[in-house]
């Protein structure tokens, strides 16, 4: 099934979803407590070496820039994604949190209500504006032109050039509490889907502006964001793995039950896809149906695609490349 090892990393910390980003060409990782590394994705060798401070709130790329917010020093650090020259940095508010690029704009606060919403420009690092007063928002995501904010029983879209809203929804429940994990899912140009209360899941629509209930799951579901891969929305729940649901209907589609919890990551591969708990990796059917099960020896924190075959996982202590097998004809 998945298994020749393309190349390994300690980290020498424990991995996790937020502390490496995955893209065309690297990998950006988070490691030995204060160092950011950048990686080549085919071999894992080291394109540089950089420290950023402790452990990263956010991890951004973008045109060619890496941000980095870590929770100390308090810097919003930018840095050349080809070098890991620092470009810029900006000192900001002791609790910021949250990170999020659209085009040439960096917008940065909000977690918890603990600091202002604040925008800098992505090439020099220049203040374009700042709320008066702190503000309160789940992580936010770049998505029809702007940013989309989201609290409580409410969600808005702001351009990120001024900071002026351009469309506010309300929603039936509270938006569910991610943490620095993202609750918004953004399924196309004038579709996003928002995750709210326990276990449902709203779907906004950016021309009309009206908010459907998309899911109302009859179990909790993991506080986090839908994943929408291979044309199907996945929600987690917390003990009986994925949920995967028809993105128009919000029917379900099938259920992933391994008998343990499943990490976030779903990788599309061949005409299946491949999920991950924390001791195993499972290759599933185009259904949702289980065909292989692969123990892996280090407990897996997170997955994550690398394109053509090739898939990334997170462990305690180290960051792993893998490829998957293909399948033969009959199998």
């Known amino acids: 099934m998945i298994r020749e090892t393309l190349w390994e990393r300690e980290l020498h910390q424990r991995g996790s979803a937020s502390s490496f980003l995955v893209t065309e060409d690297c990998v950006v990782v988070h490691e ?42 308090n810097l919003l650090s930018c ?21 999020v690029t659209v085009t040439d704009t960096v917008l940065v606060g909000g977690w918890r209500g603990y600091t202002p919403l604040a925008a800098f420009d992505l090439r020099d690092g220049r203040p374009l504006w700042q709320t008066p007063l702190p503000a309160h928002t789940a992580l936010p995501l770049s998505w029809g032109g702007g940013v989309l904010l989201g609290h409580g029983p409410e969600a808005w879209l702001i351009d990120p050039r ?6 506010r929804w309300q929603l039936p429940e509270p938006l569910t509490d991610g943490e620095l994990r993202p609750v918004f899912t953004a399924v196309g140009p004038d579709h996003c889907l928002a995750r709210c209360g326990p276990g449902s899941l709203m779907l906004l629509q950016l021309s009309s502006g009206a908010v459907d209930e998309l899911i109302r799951h009859d179990a909790d579901l993991v506080a986090e964001a839908a994943v929408f891969v291979g044309g199907v929305v996945w929600l987690r729940q917390p003990r009986a793995g994925y949920l995967a649901a028809d993105p128009n209907a919000g029917s379900t589609l ?14 599309q591969a061949d005409d299946g ?30 997955l994550r695609d690398l394109g053509d075959g090739e898939m990334i996982v997170t462990t305690r202590g180290t960051l792993k490349a893998l490829v998957l097998e293909s399948r033969q004809p009959g199998e």
Do not use: K, Y
């Open 32 to 73: 030995r407590r204060t160092r950011l590394v950048c990686l080549d994705r085919e071999d894992g060798s080291v394109r540089w070496d950089a420290p950023i401070g402790t452990w990263p709130r956010n991890l951004v790329i973008a045109d060619g820039r890496c941000l980095v917010l870590p929770q100390s020093p």
């Open 79 to 99: 840095l050349d994604l080809r070098t890991g020259a620092a470009l810029w940095h900006v000192e900001l508010p002791r609790f910021s949190g949250h990170v």
């Open 273 to 302: 896809f491949v999920v991950a708990s924390e001791g195993a990796l499972f290759r599933l059917r185009p259904d949702g149906q289980v065909m292989e099960r692969s123990p892996h020896a280090h407990r897996i924190s997170a």
């Open 254 to 267: 099938w259920r992933v039950d391994v008998g343990q919890p499943l990490v976030s990551g779903v990788i």
């Open 162 to 167: 001024d900071g002026s809203e351009m469309i």
